[in-house]
Nanobody
Framework: QVQLVESGGGLVQAGGSLRLSCAAS????????MGWFRQAPGKVREFVAAITRNSFSTTYADPVRGRFTISRDNFKNTVYLQMDSLKPDDTGGYYC????????????????WGQGTQVTVSS
């Protein structure tokens, strides 16, 4: 089990960039594939990106592929989400979580959710 704390959200104009961080505590961080999800007001939480425990493999949702980059630093127990060319549709709460098994893009297959960080992209 890990405890996760997201940071780095904020207000940015369309076309801008933000870098989100997810700091983990607990010795088992390096055991998990980690994922980022987002949730816009009135919408369900959706998959954004995931990275395997050794960073060998990354997966992205179609709407963010080519604009977002997920990475991790296992020495710092932190996973990052670099978001470039932001669009108003990227607005929402962004959450990180630890993958527990099964499909990598499914919310129920993750646990130890952080409290989230808000991203607002103005047009």
């Amino acid at each position: 089990q890990v405890q996760l704390v997201e940071s780095g959200g904020g207000l940015v104009q369309a076309g801008g960039s933000l870098r989100l961080s997810c700091a983990a505590s607990g010795r088992t961080f390096t055991s998990y594939t980690m994922g980022w999800f987002r949730q816009a007001p009135g919408k369900v939480r959706e998959f954004v990106a995931a990275i395997t425990r050794n960073s060998f493999s990354t997966t992205y949702a179609d709407p963010v592929r080519g604009r977002f980059t997920i990475s991790r630093d296992n020495f710092k127990n932190t996973v990052y989400l670099q978001m470039d060319s932001l669009k108003p549709d990227d607005t929402g709460g962004y959450y990180c979580a630890a993958h527990r098994g099964g499909s990598i893009a499914m919310v129920p297959n993750y646990g130890d959710w952080g409290q989230g960080t808000q991203v607002t992209v103005s047009s």
